[in-house]
């Protein structure tokens, strides 16, 4: 399937989290119930973090288009279609991220959808996530592979970061969300 955007009108009922909303609570918390989860992989795409975040030298995860790379998450089955927009806000769409229709490959087979992919101009190579922003990846360990998972234990991160920064990044030491 080629990409859409997000202005395409089509109706998709999944979401495809490959950063932090890979935390089942923090994505319950952001949008409510969803009427399952799976494991996924976006194939010929490669997770980095690159996405500048409101702390200066702290990423955000992204996926970008690599020909032989996958990224594993979750999918998320939506409630109803309309419920991707209530992700928008917390996912800066459309000014930090674009969303966008992608195939990922599921054990049920190949499924449409929403992705969000950082804009070009909000990324940069200089950056590491906070450690407590991994956790929430990490927090989705029951649909990943332990190879996956063990290369996101293997990133580097910044743990240093007092309460006011993890503040403004909007995560806390002490909740899941």
Known sequence: MSSSTADSGVEVHYYFAYGSNMNVARMQARVGATRRMLSATLKNWQLYFDKAS??????HANV?????????GVLYELSHPAQIREMDPFEGHP???CRQ?????????PLAAWVYVALPEKTASDRLPAREYLSHLLAGRDFLSYPYLEQLNAQECIDSLGDEALLTLGISRSTPK
């Open 95 to 97: 000014t930090e991220y």
């Open 64 to 72: 970008r288009m690599e020909e032989g790379g996958q990224v594993e």
């Open 54 to 59: 409101r702390v200066d030298g702290v990423a």
């Open 101 to 109: 229709v992608e195939t990922v490959e599921t054990l049920h087979g």
